[in-house]
């Protein structure tokens, strides 16, 4: 063959490197998602592509065929095409043998170097880019491809999945869709400035939902606002005037006695109507939901569904009631700082290097708000108080500290044994050998 042939034939080798390359990583990158959408909306290619992405090992052993087989082709028409062209160029300054050999190299160089930038590295790096794009493109002709390549598909695929069982490996990736894998989308998507800040932050409180348990977000028992059965009318004006909640428990005596709730607004029509506010019968109350304290919030949100409610007592093993919940309460967790008031807020910044924190803080949230390090044994408690009691293995007195990755979380005010609030300090320098949490004694005596 004339050398424009040989270099015709050549140059036809790289293309189809270049398109198996192409498809390689097109089909491979591909997002499924995409491309069930796009099959749903009536593109027939990319079912083409689905069908192909369903069969990884009959796709990926026709690529390594065709690859391998189109670059030992190449490698022999470019010895024979293009060895005696180079070999001429060094006749007359080295002698034929050496000559001979320097033709050869440049002629592997050549060969190489045009398989790896055109028929490798660029194809690659184009189908990265738009992979769903070029697999729509591309995918007809691989499924003709695996249809020409069948009987050897079948003998190399045979063999290397028998090796994958011998070695205990999946046949296939796993698609299995994980929270983190969503939330890991959400926060490539705010870099990219396609999802914006607020959007991720409520996708990462879905899923908080299924850890956090009532505890976490309900107001504790000794901040209840209950109403005694026997209590008078006067006592009942005053605490509703007082603490104006829509809905107060109802209890016989002690709080841990419910006997159900009452609305404020039959309240307010007893008394537009002029009638006594007694809650000694039983037309006025409503029994209340009581749910155990391991609930996450995902499951109160469904018992509050099932039960038509958006209020409810937490009781823990021993039958005593520990706090009460509402549909509020899940929701500002879900939406963050956003829908509480500067009064509500449980983490205000005091400058740039300290907060104040109410004890009752779930350590998720200030995990996220001060991006501190997960804390140590945290399935052990929930609050920053009780990460502060699990470490000093006691109730602390003001002015103690625990100190963890880099922040001091000093005890600011006790109320009847309860942490009530704290104050977080970022460290200027973590120091060196330092362990991840350490305690200290108070401040000052």
């Known amino acids: 063959m004339t050398p424009i042939e040989n270099t015709l034939i050549f140059f036809a080798l790289v293309a189809a490197s270049a398109f198996f390359s192409f498809s390689e990583i097109s089909l491979a990158a591909a997002r499924k998602l995409k491309l069930k959408q796009m099959r749903d909306e009536g593109d027939p290619r990319a079912a083409c592509v689905l069908f192909l992405q369903e069969q990884p090992g009959h796709f990926f052993t026709a690529v ?11 490698g022999v028409l470019g010895e024979g095409a293009y060895a005696p062209v180079f070999s001429r160029l060094f006749v007359d300054v080295a002698s034929p043998e050496t000559a001979s050999f320097l033709g050869s190299a440049c002629s592997f160089l050549l060969v190489t170097t045009s398989f790896i930038l055109i028929g490798d590295l660029i194809p690659k790096r184009i189908a990265i880019v738009a992979p769903e794009a070029i697999a729509l493109r591309i995918a007809p002709a691989m499924v003709l491809c ?24 999946p046949p296939s990736r ?57 209590e008078s009318d006067e006592s009942i004006r005053a605490k509703i005037s007082a603490h104006p909640h829509a809905k107060f428990p109802v209890c016989a005596g002690t709080i841990d006695r419910v006997v ?5 607004k039959d309240i307010l029509c007893r008394l537009l109507n002029g009638e006594p506010l007694s809650l000694r019968g039983d037309s006025a ?15 109160i949100i469904e018992q509050f569904k099932i039960m038509r409610e958006d209020f409810a007592l937490i009781i823990n093993e021993y039958g005593l009631i520990v706090g009460l919940i509402t549909l509020n309460d899940v929701t500002c967790t879900l939406m963050g700082d956003s829908l509480m008031t500067p009064a509500d807020e449980q983490i205000i910044q005091r400058d740039a290097r300290s907060w104040l924190v109410d004890g009752m803080t779930p350590v998720g949230d200030l995990e996220q708000r001060l991006q ?7 399935d052990q408690f929930e609050t920053i108080a009780g990460f502060m009691m699990y470490v000093l293995r006691r109730v602390p007195r003001p002015t103690e500290s625990v100190e963890h990755a880099g922040f ?12 009530d609030q704290l104050l977080v300090t970022r460290l200027d320098v973590r120091r060196e050998g330092d362990s991840d949490v350490s305690v200290a004694g108070p401040a000052h005596p």
């Open 260 to 264: 159900g709730y009452v609305d404020s």
């Open 285 to 299: 109350l409503h029994t209340a939901l009581i749910l155990p304290e391991t609930l996450t919030l995902s499951e």
């Open 146 to 169: 695996l249809k020409a390549l069948r009987p050897l598909i079948w003998v190399f695929n045979g063999v290397a999945s028998h090796i994958l069982r011998l070695l205990g490996l």
């Open 174 to 230: 796993p698609e299995d869709i994980t929270p983190e894998d969503i939330v890991a989308l959400a926060n490539a998507g705010e870099e990219a400035g396609v999802v914006a800040r607020q959007e991720k932050q409520l996708i990462e409180n879905v899923f908080e939902l299924e850890t956090r348990t009532a505890p976490s977000t309900m107001t504790a028992r000794e901040s209840i606002v209950w109403l005694d059965r026997n």
């Open 408 to 419: 001091r979380f000093e005890v600011l005010d006790i109320d009847n044994h309860k942490i």
């Open 64 to 74: 390594q065929i065709s690859v391998n087989a189109v670059g030992i082709l190449a």
């Open 372 to 378: 501190i390090e997960p804390f140590p044994d945290d």
